[in-house]
């Protein structure tokens, strides 16, 4: 996966090459900057790179009913 043409309010920010690995309902996305794709998934500790992790939620999930 790659993220291209990011902006940041009026700054555009540089293309980034990312790892990304979905499972069930868990997405994870690391980037790796412009130059590299990571190869494995970890967060730095108080910097970049960090592991996103998406996690999908549905109405049944949560105890709600789904409408049809």
Do not use: A, H
Not at 22 to 39: A, F, K, N, Q
């Amino acid at each position: 996966m790659d993220w291209v043409e990011l902006r940041s309010g009026n700054t555009k920010l540089p293309d980034n090459k990312c790892l990304y690995r979905l499972r069930d309902d868990v997405l994870l996305v690391i980037g790796g900057g412009p130059i590299r794709r990571p190869s494995k998934f970890f967060s730095s500790s108080g910097g970049d790179p960090k592991t996103l992790v998406f996690i999908r939620t549905t109405p049944e999930k949560e105890g709600g009913q789904t409408k049809r």
